[in-house]
């Protein structure tokens, strides 16, 4: 009785839940930049091209924002198509964000049933039949904060994206090796499972190359539930490899993390404990969670907190060891969520490490971890619910949706997200960034101005330096523009030669700036750095040459946006 109506019980409550998503309008963390004002897709002269250069054909061609996620873009442009708006909004957005809203909280939904299948195939394996486990663990996957980012972030898509196909890739494979029910089992199916689930792994990494983590994944419980011997495990796993590694090199080429300040090769293993510690605490107690941790690893291993932190896993570890004969179940679900983050724990260099080398929605996978262990928990003694049992995790499950439910506001407005970010933590330079720009949009310079400065805690964050600039310039005040725009040349220097912005041309766009604002008088200053800037770049070598602190050598070619990217 409950199986037939577990499903339905899973659809309610998290629609329940993260309903209110349907209300939100775009984030200011790359979803102007990826969708609602991308140029391919918001074109106010047509509605978004499904083939050519023009259109989405660029995105099977190149990478964006440091990811390479074809497949993402491909449901994005049909999305747009299918929402388009000839009259733009005030800001001239031709999209609607409701329904991107709305795609993701069905995608959110449909991967927790999945969830729920893969729990109950796992637990059937254990030969446990009762469906209260699987709903239990279900629920606590689609309920948790932990959640909120990828389904309310629009650009977030991508994870919920990658997370439904990789699970259907593990449900395939796990119904291709498991055991012969009967005799007349055909062959054929087995195999075309099996198939069907490397083309649903590839499909995921094409929305996002976390998903290839799916192979260990699929070898650890293939292993440590199936049981399989070893031999077979390894032999089953590899044709996903292989089919793995091509794209995994594709990644790294689309995102080589160069210019990303890293620790050195021992101390990564402390970044990587320390993440999974924060991890362990927002999974238990759930609170001030925001976009921007700025949790940045070359600072983090500066500070002996994150040394003792990273310590909390790795004692957690040995104990689930030590217990793995009575608690297996939590052994498993701890190797799952370790093995989903392993691409983002900072071991390799990654964009949004600029930022922060955490984020919630890095977790959309991982929480199949905490679902298993729940499960498996609630599964001992075949699985019959108890009511004592049952009123402990309908409390849990209540706690995490009401969470779920206000964590939610925070991502009403643009707006609403950046004061998130700073509530959470006050050294956000993108939130302050964000903030300043809103602030000058009402007229607030002074607010403006102040935030602006306040990202300069961030020593890679140039944007900040850049807006405050083209604020002092408006304001005619040309020394402060000069002073500004030094401090710019500053930070771009910090970055490697071969992805360093070039910064030459800014002193004429702050002329113009100053003239547009009505402070021509300002000019000659400009115009003396325009001059200044000249007699540097023709006459370096009279100057030292490589000893010219601020400028990138001659013939250098910036390959940094404009913009810091955001995605990972």
Not at 255 to 260: A, D, K, N, S
Not at 422 to 445: E, H, K, T, Y
Not at 501 to 529: C, N, W
Request: proline share 7%; net charge positive.
């Amino acid at each position: 009785m409950l199986d037939r109506w577990a499903s339905w019980s899973i659809v309610a409550l998290v629609a329940l839940s993260f309903g209110r998503v349907m209300g939100n309008g775009i984030a200011p963390t790359d979803d102007r930049a990826t969708i609602f004002m991308n140029p391919r897709m918001n074109n106010p002269d047509h509605a978004p091209e499904l083939v050519g250069d023009a259109g989405l054909g660029w995105y099977w061609k190149h990478g964006d924002l440091a990811l390479y996620v074809p497949v993402t873009y491909t449901i994005w442009f049909v999305l747009a198509r299918l929402t388009w708006i000839k009259t733009p909004d005030e800001s001239g957005m031709h999209l609607d964000p409701h329904i991107f809203h709305a795609v993701s909280l069905l995608l959110h939904i449909g991967n927790t049933l999945l969830v729920y299948r893969l729990l109950r195939k796992l637990l059937r394996f254990r030969q446990v039949d009762s469906a209260w486990p699987a709903l239990a663990g279900a629920l606590v996957y689609g309920l948790h904060p932990l959640q909120v980012e990828p389904v309310a972030w629009t650009s977030g898509m991508k994870d919920l994206l990658y997370c439904g196909f990789s699970l259907g890739a593990i449900l395939a494979y796990l119904r291709a090796v498991q055991p012969l029910k009967t005799n007349s089992d055909a062959a054929w199916k087995r195999w075309g499972s099996y198939v069907v689930g490397i083309v649903l792994m590839v499909a995921g990494i094409l929305c996002k190359p976390t998903a290839m983590v799916v192979p260990l994944l699929l070898l650890i419980l293939d292993r440590l539930i199936l049981r399989r011997q070893i031999f077979k495990v390894v032999l089953g796993v590899i044709p996903y490899i292989i089919a793995d590694v091509p794209l995994m090199i594709v990644a790294k080429i689309v995102q080589p993390g160069i210019g990303v300040p890293i620790p050195v090769l021992w101390q990564r293993p402390i970044v990587a404990g320390a993440s999974l510690a924060f991890y362990l605490g927002k999974l238990v107690m759930p609170i001030h969670m925001g976009f921007d941790y700025s949790l940045r690893p070359i600072e983090m291993v500066q500070k002996p907190v994150f040394w003792w932190l990273a310590c909390i896993p790795l004692i957690l570890g040995i104990i689930l060891l030590l217990l793995r004969n009575r608690r297996l179940w939590l052994l498993i679900g701890a190797l799952i969520s370790v093995t989903a983050l392993l691409p983002v724990l900072g071991f390799n260099a990654f964009h949004f490490q600029f930022f922060s080398t955490v984020a919630d929605h890095y977790m959309v996978l991982a929480m199949l971890g905490p679902a298993i262990a729940v499960a498996g928990l609630l599964s001992t003694g075949g699985g019959k619910p108890k009511p004592i049992t049952v009123g402990i995790m309908a409390v849990i499950l209540l706690m995490l949706a009401g969470k779920s439910f206000r964590q939610l506001r925070h991502w009403r407005t643009e707006e609403a997200v950046l004061w998130q970010m700073v509530a959470v933590s006050p050294d956000s330079a993108m939130g302050n960034n964000g903030i300043g720009d809103f602030a000058q949009v009402r007229g607030d310079l002074k607010e403006a101005e102040a935030r602006f400065k306040s990202t300069k805690v961030n020593p890679l964050y140039f944007n900040g330096s850049e807006n405050l600039a083209h604020l002092y310039a408006r304001e005619g005040k040309p020394k402060d523009a000069i002073a500004a725009y030094h401090d710019l040349l500053v930070i771009a220097n910090r970055f490697p030669v071969m992805v360093r912005p070039d910064y030459r041309d800014m002193p004429t766009k702050l002329a113009m700036e100053a003239i547009q604002a009505g402070h021509s008088r300002d000019v000659l200053v400009y115009m003396l750095e325009i001059a200044r800037m000249w007699f540097v770049k023709n006459f370096e070598s009279w100057l030292g040459g490589s000893s010219v602190k601020y400028l990138p050598t001659r013939n250098t070619v910036p390959v940094l946006p404009a913009m810091l990217p955001h995605q990972s």
